[in-house]
């Protein structure tokens, strides 16, 4: 390699290293901003958000950057480059180009919304108030779709809304995701109606019961030890807080998960934790020797979600984990000495047509983000207005679900995706799912005994699995690349349909 392709390379990682500096430290404060953060200082954290995404802009889109990446991309020797170094190139470039396509004020705008937006619709939501939203909604949906526009012409996308989807799932078109879409919808249909036949009528056992939070908290640490996420240890890396809705925050040494608890609803709790843990693992497990470099992060958000369910609902509602499981929370809740195994699990795996989407089913849970997709894309294609939309979302809650939707706090403010400008971040987690249903065909072909190994509340050897198929991976591939060279298979509903209807079937008797 000649001294100029070399010196512009390692220039570029510095470069790019300087950025996830920047990016954990804003996440830091996002965090604050959900767990701890006075109401007051809501004002003040917009500031300090505002200005460090401009400060972030600037340093990304440095026109040295654009020479830096010309001498790299020059070269007689790129070609030749290893995957590593190449992919990294391709990864700098696409976030250059994209957000020097940007106005910094655009972007700091973007933050500042943001933040105002989160406040008032945490506000709106707790006193059932659609009308106190609306109109900071309407202004964050209003720069998101400037910024969408600008990013389709960069990013070569068919419609702005698909150039917001790329933020999240790389290169997967709102077509390829439509179809598959249909094609689990077509499969889900026909399964809950038979679920709905065959199940029977139970009471929830585990939510008829006070278990103190003290208990919870206690439970909580022990599913993270069980499941590998060391939250407890001098060396953890990790802690579990509280907020309205948990999410996980953080960058190889230090990944926060949060959750929230009540008295009267321990299942809450407990499958938020496993949910974010499984995030949390996901980013302990990658490779440390690319950390700081574009190829060190995750691959997709859509690859994020297939982790956190995986661990969430493939293990966390399995008869075989809680095997092992129970009679360890038994011990530090002692209030559920006399709950029955099977009961339990029944309870937990109850297919029920709801109104919240964190708190559904596994079957039923892929319809609550079909909506909202139908409904991003509506939003962006001028289908409908933000003041329609919570008597569209009612409608298709109606029409998808059965269910009749009592106000907004229960409807359409029950997110806070919309609220952060997340728009296109929803498929992701429909897509973790059917990713998840390709990665158990592979791993029940890989470890057929695998699930004998979970009564023993042992997952050694399904991390180690999912460490080499998908977390040690980082971002060396596209999400639809990366799921084939770990399942084998291109992308499709078909695997998890199959695992639904494997375990439902075993469930109920059909």
Request: include cysteine.
């Amino acid at each position: 390699m000649t001294k100029n392709y070399d010196s512009a390379y390692r220039d570029l990682l510095s470069r790019a290293k300087d950025l996830v500096v920047l990016s954990t430290a804003e996440g830091i404060l996002h965090w604050d901003m959900e767990t701890v953060m006075p109401p007051k200082a809501v004002e003040q954290r917009s500031q300090q958000l505002a200005l460090l995404s401009r400060i972030h802009h600037k340093i990304g889109t440095d026109p040295e950057i654009g020479k830096l990446l010309d001498i790299t991309q020059a070269s007689q020797n790129y070609q030749g480059l290893d995957r590593e170094k190449q992919r990294n190139v391709y990864l700098i470039n696409k976030s250059y180009q994209e957000q020097k396509a940007l106005p910094e004020k655009l972007v700091s705008d973007i933050a500042m919304q943001q933040a105002v937006t989160i406040n008032v619709w945490k506000k709106a939501k707790a006193k059932k108030d659609f009308e106190l939203y609306n109109h900071d909604l309407q202004k964050l949906l209003n720069l998101s779709k400037q910024a969408a526009d600008i990013l389709m012409k960069v990013k070569r996308t068919k419609t702005p809304y698909e150039a917001l989807i790329d933020n999240f799932e790389p290169n997967m078109s709102a077509e390829i995701i439509g179809r598959t879409f249909n094609q689990l919808l077509t499969g889900l249909k026909p399964l809950i109606n038979k679920i709905e036949k065959y199940q029977l009528e139970s009471p929830q056992i585990i939510n008829n019961r006070t278990v103190p939070i003290e208990n919870q908290r206690e439970i909580a640490q022990l599913i993270t030890q069980t499941l590998g996420y060391d939250t407890a240890s001098g060396d953890a890396i990790g802690r579990i807080d509280e907020t309205e809705h948990p999410f996980t925050s953080g960058y190889y040494d230090d990944i926060r998960i949060t959750t929230h608890y009540y008295p009267n609803n321990l299942t809450s709790s407990i499958f938020s934790v496993l949910h974010e843990s499984g995030h949390a693992i996901y980013e302990q497990n990658l490779n440390p020797q690319w950390k700081y470099q574009p190829i060190g992060t995750t691959c997709s958000y859509g690859i994020h979600e297939s982790q956190s369910r995986f661990y969430e609902n493939f293990i966390g509602r399995s008869l075989e984990f809680w095997k092992g499981l129970l009679p360890k929370i038994k011990e530090v809740a002692p209030m559920l000495t006399n709950l029955a195994l099977d009961e339990f699990v029944q309870a937990i795996n109850r297919v029920h047509r709801s109104k919240i989407r964190i708190e559904a089913d596994e079957v039923t849970y892929n319809l609550h983000i079909i909506i909202r997709f139908e409904l991003e894309q509506a939003l962006f294609n001028d289908n409908i207005t933000i003041d329609e939309l919570p008597q569209v979302w009612n409608q298709k809650y109606k029409d998808y679900l059965g269910v009749e939707i009592s106000n907004d706090s229960e409807g359409v403010m029950q997110d806070t995706h919309w609220a952060s400008g997340l728009y296109g971040y929803f498929p992701s987690y429909a897509l973790g799912n059917i990713y998840d249903g390709q990665l158990i065909a592979a791993l029940t072909k890989s470890i057929p005994n695998w699930r004998n190994q979970l009564e023993e509340a042992n997952l050694g050897t399904i991390n180690e699995w999912l460490k080499e198929r998908i977390h040690s991976l980082g971002n060396l591939y596209d999400p639809e690349e990366l799921i084939k060279l770990a399942s084998g298979t291109t992308l499709t509903s078909q695997p998890y349909l199959n695992y639904l209807n494997e375990k439902y079937g075993s469930l109920h008797g059909f």
